[in-house]
């Protein structure tokens, strides 16, 4: 696809310069063409969905086909007394909620087991025997310690596709887990370490949520994330990094590593990473000395979140970008000539709004800019439908 130069053809470009500075001294800068805005902003929102959600419609899809249809009535529907079967929905168990410090038996029939918010402190072997069936385990909210899942007790469990373990008292990650698994949610444990070989067999996950644990720098070697041949979204916020993590799956379309340490980007970093979408890194400690000498200049990012950081310029960006949060820096002025992207020369027959810089939202509050927005800003990201100054 061929771009073009910024150039200076605005059709704004008739209005003088007085006229400009008190159209847009406003804060926030929205232009008239509502209608304009509302359709592609939906747009954008709906891609967004759309990638963000495609590890679980893939997963949801997977969890409710029923590849060969079976005869309910054939299977022993006793449930367990601490638990409730609707009958209406026979794959189902629900034993949340309830005082439990054991797992219960459960029946073949089981895809779906819900057992959050329970006293469990352990996953033994037996209670899953018979559930060889099982798409789905909710575990959140309880009192499991690694030391308490027995070897094998999930690895068995050949059709797992979800597994949450959020609100527990794990300390690593726990293996071996199922080849089958999709997700892996492990937010708010006490997880530090990862050991070695833990994800070497799990080529199906696509999500990957560690946030909000204890991890170190140290907890990460070369070939942690091996084998991890799929994975789209890894969420390692809230912990305790001061380096971005090393050799990331290279299927990686969200990292979300807000609030950690972080303190710089190496050089060429994101070349591991080429799909890498959605990038977040608030409220770590970056500087323009810890960025790269090209900044942010990858074409796949379209969504960068660098808020609350230590910022003193605009890093240099894709012409890709679309939505870039700057807020809460030490940002005194935007340079408009070093942070406007290169574009190639635009043919004479397109349309001058398809090429050039895809910028449509930037968030700049919070540092030590005053208004009003530079007329160059809008000359070069001329999609711009809010600034926030």
């Known amino acids: 696809m061929s771009e073009r130069s ?4 605005n059709p704004r470009g008739s209005e003088n310069k007085a006229n400009f500075r008190s159209r847009y001294r406003t804060q926030r800068y929205i232009p008239g063409q509502q209608g304009t805005i509302m359709a592609t902003t939906i747009c954008f929102i709906i891609w967004v969905l759309f990638i963000t ?17 079976e005869d309910w009535t054939m299977h022993d529907f006793d449930c367990p007394r601490e638990c409730f079967c609707p009958p209406s929905f026979p794959t189902a168990l629900y034993c949340e909620n309830r005082g439990l410090k054991e797992i219960p038996a459960i029946p073949s029939r089981i895809w779906y087991l819900y057992l959050e918010n329970n006293l469990i402190e352990t996953i033994p072997e037996k209670p899953f025997e018979n559930a060889t069936q099982l798409r789905w385990i909710n575990l959140n909210k309880n009192k499991i310690t690694n030391y308490g899942i027995e070897k094998g007790a999930l690895s068995q469990l050949k059709k797992l596709l979800f597994l949450f373990l959020e609100d527990n008292e794990l300390e690593e990650v726990p293996s071996p887990l199922p080849r089958s698994l999709e997700q892996l949610q492990l937010a708010r444990n006490k997880v530090s370490r990862i050991p070695q ?8 996950l696509t999500l990957l949520d560690l946030q909000h644990n204890k991890l170190l720098d140290n907890a990460f070697q070369r070939d942690t994330f091996k084998g991890l041949k799929n994975l789209m ?21 969200q990292l979300y590593l807000d609030n950690n340490s972080i303190e710089g980007i190496p050089e060429n970093y994101f070349n ?26 990858v074409s796949s990012i379209l ?16 012409a890709h970008l679309q939505h870039l949060h700057l807020d809460h820096n030490k940002i005194k002025n935007v340079n408009v000539s070093v942070i406007c992207p290169t574009t190639t ?28 927005i530079p007329m160059d800003l809008m000359t070069c990201f001329r999609l711009l439908q809010a600034v926030v100054i």
């Open 197 to 204: 070989g833990t994800f070497s067999n799990l080529e199906n």
């Open 6 to 9: 910024p150039g200076h053809d």
């Open 53 to 69: 959600d495609t590890a679980w419609t893939r997963s949801v899809r997977q969890v409710y086909e029923v590849n060969e249809p």
């Open 272 to 297: 591991v990473i080429p799909k890498v979408a959605f990038l977040r890194l608030n409220h770590n400690k970056l500087s323009d000395a810890g960025l790269p000498s090209s900044g942010f200049n």
């Open 303 to 318: 969504d960068l979140q660098l808020s609350h950081n230590q910022l003193t310029k605009v890093p240099r960006i894709s």
């Open 233 to 253: 979204q890894l969420n390692m916020a809230k912990n305790a990094l001061r380096n971005m993590p090393p050799r990331l799956p290279a299927n990686t379309m």
């Open 345 to 372: 020369t635009l043919p004479a027959e397109q349309d001058i709004f398809s090429y050039g810089p895809h910028l449509r939202y930037l968030r700049l509050d919070g540092n030590e800019i005053k208004p009003p």
